[in-house]
Nanobody
């Protein structure tokens, strides 16, 4: 049974940094697209960052470009999200996800989802 487990969320002040990690188990995702999504209360889930299977291509939501960086380690079956200069509007539950392609991830389609980790940014 494939499983994704996120960690690293928490409560921080505006301007701070956090690093989210996602550990995959049950199967290897070395050839899959991995992504981070987030959902704030009362809002639809949105993609934050996507990384191709090789790590050579990345995509970012407009609101996080220049502040967030996605990376992956296929040897460890992990994906990370470095979040810098956090803003209160970044507060949300962040989900790790695996998709068969970037095109699917860009429209919110994924085959596996983690349980989510809460990120709260105070002003």
């Amino acid at each position: 049974q494939a499983q994704l487990v996120e960690s690293g969320g928490g409560l921080v002040q505006a301007g701070a940094s956090l690093r989210l990690s996602c550990a995959a188990s049950g199967r290897t995702f070395s050839y899959d697209t991995m992504a981070w999504f987030r959902q704030a209360p009362g809002k639809e889930r949105e993609y934050v960052a996507i990384i191709s299977w090789s790590g050579s291509s990345t995509w970012y939501g407009d609101s996080v470009k220049g502040r967030f960086t996605i990376s992956r380690d296929n040897a460890k079956n992990t994906v990370a999200l470095q979040m810098n200069n956090l803003k209160p509007e970044d507060s949300a539950v962040y989900y790790c996800a695996v998709s068969s392609s970037p095109a699917r991830a860009l429209v919110g389609e994924a085959d596996y989802w983690g349980q989510g980790t809460q990120v709260t940014v105070s002003s």
